[in-house]
């Protein structure tokens, strides 16, 4: 957003809509990339391409900020400030549209198949690949953690104070040599084979029911025989038992006369396995829990927006001479991660597990509750908190007395909502997802950084359109000190508040997947590369 303002010359509303709308088609990319790597290419060659996209993206913008016929003339903050600068040629717009494009082609790509790539290099049947797993996850989290802490200061740093060529070239650079290293290790690689689109199996289940409709289901007990529950030959599978809830969709299941072609094969549009039922309601189940992210993750996507704004507008010095730059103010949220984490993991985990005998402490749903409720108490804070420090900036004119550090409460509550939240999240998804669906499970929390997105975007047009008025300016002017930012953090807060009461109400009638056995590995279907 720094970027775009200074050097586009963007006012705070259009930078906050290109950036919203730039990262809710970027978190929507994941699903066409999960879908893509699942039904055709397989992880592997997904994350390739992606990443070349990325580079490529990166390069782009890096040039806009290299080239000054890229780039509007500069514009001095005074004139910025009451909207007299040269805004962007259609032709400037264009390039730097290429370049976050590409981006959103290479996080669709990398995204969601980045852990279940990795998962894949494990034996989940054995004890050494179970524990291999779980450190996998631990040091994919800690060095995610790590990148985003360098990013936000000494990669922010450069930007802000040294130069934007050099701040987005490293960046550029270091993504050419993840792609060499991946590479490398192509000859090493355990490479899952593609196991078919989902999406067509959820519309034989659906149809399959339908054509079906007519027919009684056996009262329980009364089953064998009667449901197709054929021998499975997926990947490393988890066999899913056949469940009650959505009763209507194991009608697709039921063996009748005409079911089974000559060679015993099912006819596709007429009858579907037991699991593959199964799998279609792990996905029904899952999309009210995955809806109550959406506005959850609209609270955190303000962190990016006006936070930084926020931070413009304060005095951001640590002694007499360091600067921090505003977009490292979200360092606080992510150091509350990096500290909370490994606390949580081994001292509050195995305190509740004493408690409440769950092998988690709590359950996921009990985790992405208590982050959902820290997205309110960020909202409210965040409103305290600029309505101090508004009343400060009235009071001292042309002065920046209140330090940029009163925005570490909402940061730190934040964090706390990320840590169990967007954790949680994914956790939920990779366990209640069918293994070989993990691509698709992984771009869901993605689907609700992309909803979030475009949710934030309406929310911020909407208040920027219907406030003001009658010589007042509306609460998101260009100029916070004028408008009343506090008012438009307590609107997220209330909506917070809302989507809260809903999760309560959709995770207390959610059902977790049913107990499943491991079925042995079908060996055709995982190969060392041959390259």
């Known amino acids: 957003m720094v970027y775009l303002m200074k050097k586009f010359n963007m006012d705070q509303v259009s930078a906050s809509n290109v950036l919203n709308i730039w990262s809710g088609v970027s978190n929507f990319a994941p699903l066409i990339g999960a879908f893509i790597s699942d039904a055709y290419v397989g992880r592997f060659a997904t994350i390739a391409v992606a990443s070349v996209a990325s580079f490529l993206g990166m390069l782009t913008i890096t040039l806009t900020a ?5 780039q509007p003339p500069q514009c001095p903050a005074e004139q910025q400030l009451h909207g007299h600068c040269i805004s962007p040629s259609k032709a400037q717009l264009g390039v730097l549209l290429t370049g976050l494009g590409l981006l959103s082609i290479g996080t669709g790509g990398i995204r969601p198949c980045s852990i279940p790539f990795g998962i894949d290099q494990f034996d989940p049947t054995t004890e050494e690949g179970a524990k291999g797993i779980n450190s ?87 089953e064998f025989g009667v449901f197709y529950d054929p021998p499975l030959k997926e990947y490393v599978l988890s066999k899913l038992p056949l469940t009650y809830q959505f009763r209507f969709l194991n009608k697709a299941a039921i063996t009748t006369k005409n079911d089974l072609e000559d060679d015993g094969s099912p006819k596709k549009w007429w009858l579907c396995s037991i699991q593959d039922v199964e799998e279609v309601k792990c996905l029904i189940r899952i999309i009210p829990i995955w809806a109550s992210g959406i506005i959850s993750f609209t609270a955190m996507a303000q962190q990016g927006t006006f936070t930084l704004s926020q931070a413009l507008k304060m005095n951001r010095h640590l002694g007499p001479k360091f600067q921090i730059p505003a977009g490292s103010i979200s360092v606080i949220s992510m150091l509350t991660i990096g500290i909370f984490l490994p606390v949580y ?14 092998e988690g402490g709590i359950t996921l749903l009990q985790r992405i ?20 420090r508004r009343n400060s900036a009235i009071l001292h004119p042309g002065a920046a ?3 940029v550090f009163w925005l570490s409460p909402q940061l730190i509550l934040m964090g706390f909502c990320e840590a169990f939240n967007i954790l949680g999240q994914i956790e939920f998804f990779n366990k209640q997802f069918p293994e070989h669906m993990r691509s698709i499970a992984n771009s869901l929390i993605f689907c609700s950084f992309a909803g979030s997105s475009y949710l934030s975007s309406i929310v911020v047009n909407v208040v920027h359109h219907v406030t003001g008025g009658h010589g007042h300016p509306d609460w998101l002017t260009n100029d ?4 009343r930012l506090d008012y438009f953090y307590y609107i997220l807060a209330a909506m917070s508040a809302f989507n809260f009461l809903y999760f309560l109400y959709v995770a207390h009638r959610y059902r977790y997947k049913g107990q499943v056995r491991i079925e042995p590995k079908s060996e055709p279907d995982v190969e060392l590369s041959s390259m």
């Open 66 to 70: 290299w080239i000054p016929q890229l």
């Open 369 to 388: 509750g208590i982050g959902n409720f820290f997205s309110i108490l960020a909202m409210v804070a965040a409103g305290v908190f600029e309505q101090k």
């Open 345 to 358: 993991d081994r001292i509050m985990v195995p305190s509740l597990r004493k408690i409440t005998k769950h």
């Open 401 to 403: 007395p209140i330090s």
């Open 480 to 483: 916070i000190n004028a408008g």
């Open 136 to 222: 996998f996850f631990n040091w994919y989290y800690t060095t995610f953690t790590l990148v985003i802490l360098l990013t936000l200061t000494l990669v922010v740093y450069i930007q802000d104070s040294v130069s934007w060529v050099l701040g987005l070239g490293i960046p550029t650079l270091l993504m050419a040599a993840s792609i060499v290293l991946f590479l490398i290790g192509t000859r090493i690689y355990v490479h899952v084979k593609p196991q078919g689109s989902i999406f067509s199996s959820i519309a034989q289940v659906c149809v399959a029911a339908y054509n079906k409709r007519h027919l009684r289901l056996p009262a329980e007990g009364q």
